[in-house]
């Protein structure tokens, strides 16, 4: 039987780009030492108080059907915290409780465009971002980011393809580069926003893990909350990833229509779970240091180690868990190098063609292992790009 065009083209085609993560997990399967800096997840698991919060919700009796826009209590929280942030007034009736922010970038997606209408995202992106959007029956297009910039976009490369187009996707602090965007860069991408009458999806799932300058919202800035959807979630804050655990905040009616949605889609997210993400939420500040601090402190090893040679190249590392090397010097692609590095020192990095063409010849190096491991596997990566260049 024929399934739909939709779902057989949600990859695109062809390879994923993840063929080096697959094969180190097949390495490490088979028992080589395989050091993996590769996906995007703590090495600490969920703290115990929040699971603490979980089993007493739970066998509490929060088990049956949670309200489909989430608990109210969560809601209130989460509008809390953006309207703190952003300074622009934010309720519950603004937040919808999501499984996560995968499944809040779907829901936005489908919220703002028709099948068939374009929608742009930012090129290196994060893995699922193409997928999504053809995922909901959109066309996707990519528009390009320059290492030069350390990948700031540029809001005339925005614009230059942003004609009858429906949404424009961001995520800052960003995977995979690392950038934080700069207000300059938020001021821009708003304006041409507002020009061409697009919707901003803005991911912000990263936005507790900032090293260098400021985590701005584009919510905040001038007119733009009515055009804004603002995705959320705890699994990077609050390293709960496998809670399934995040939000959209939006206009009160996208946010009603995005109810709709879920009521014929996810039915909400498990209350147990709600609870747990609304105490931990209530922990503060400290909880959420103590989650980004050992990226904190990697990126700083990072830049020791890559400060005393002169083959790779740092893009700025200013949030999130990744740091992205620039490997042109050794005249092989990102994923050549990515290849070799694993075969021959058994270190596995992303190759930055992974995340669109504007990264090739880069490589994501997530900081998601131990101090002493990142640290020997950073100085072999970079031992081994001296000697290729
Ligand atoms: N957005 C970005 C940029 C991410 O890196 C990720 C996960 O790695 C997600 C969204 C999805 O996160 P989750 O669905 O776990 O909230």
């Known amino acids: 039987m024929q399934l739909s065009n939709r779902i057989t083209h949600i990859t695109g085609g062809g390879s994923d780009g ?37 089993d007493k919700a739970a066998k509490g009796g929060h088990t049956g059907y949670a309200m489909v826009p989430g608990i109210q209590s969560l809601r209130e929280n989460v509008a809390k915290r953006i309207e703190e942030r952003t300074g622009v007034e934010t309720t519950f009736e603004n937040i919808m409780i999501t499984p996560g922010g995968q499944a809040a970038l779907f829901a936005a997606h489908l919220a703002v465009c028709d099948e068939g209408e374009t929608a742009l995202y930012l090129d290196p992106y994060y893995a699922t971002y193409p997928g999504t959007i053809r995922g909901i029956g959109a066309v996707a297009k990519a528009v390009q980011t320059h290492a030069e910039d350390a990948f700031q976009p540029r809001a005339e490369d925005i614009a230059a393809k942003a004609k009858g187009a429906a949404s424009l996707l961001i995520n800052t602090p960003n995977n995979p580069t690392g950038t934080v965007y700069s207000r300059e860069t938020l001021e821009g991408i708003a304006q041409v926003c507002k020009d061409h009458e697009l919707w901003l999806i803005s ?22 909350a009515e055009r804004t959807l603002v995705v959320g979630s705890m699994s990077k804050s609050h390293a709960m990833t496998g809670s399934r655990v995040g939000w959209i905040c939006g206009p009160k009616d996208a946010i009603e229509n995005l109810v709709n949605l879920a009521t014929h889609t996810t039915y909400g997210v498990a209350g147990f779970i709600q609870d747990a993400a609304d105490f931990a939420l209530n922990q503060g500040q400290d909880l959420e240091d103590k989650i980004a601090e050992p990226f904190r402190r990697r990126r700083l090893i990072a830049k020791d180690i890559l400060d005393g040679q002169n083959t790779v190249g740092l893009i700025p590392a200013q949030g999130a868990m ?31 063609e992974s995340f669109g063409q504007s990264a090739a010849g880069h490589v994501r190096v997530a900081m998601t292992v131990d101090d002493e491991s990142f640290a020997r596997a950073l100085t072999q990566l970079c031992e081994f790009a001296a000697k290729i260049a």
């Open 322 to 352: 990744y740091i992205m090397l620039d490997i042109r010097a050794t005249g092989l692609s990102g994923e050549d190098f990515a290849n070799r590095l694993l075969d021959e020192h058994l270190i596995a990095v992303m190759p930055g």
């Open 203 to 224: 991911d912000e799932v990263y936005d507790t893990q900032v090293w260098e300058g400021t985590h701005l919202s584009p919510r905040a800035l001038p007119d733009m």
């Open 18 to 54: 993840w063929d080096v993560f697959y094969k180190a997990r097949r390495m490490v399967g088979e028992g080589q030492p395989v050091i993996e800096l590769t996906i995007g997840e703590h090495d600490i698991r969920t703290d115990p108080v929040i699971l603490s919060a979980m």
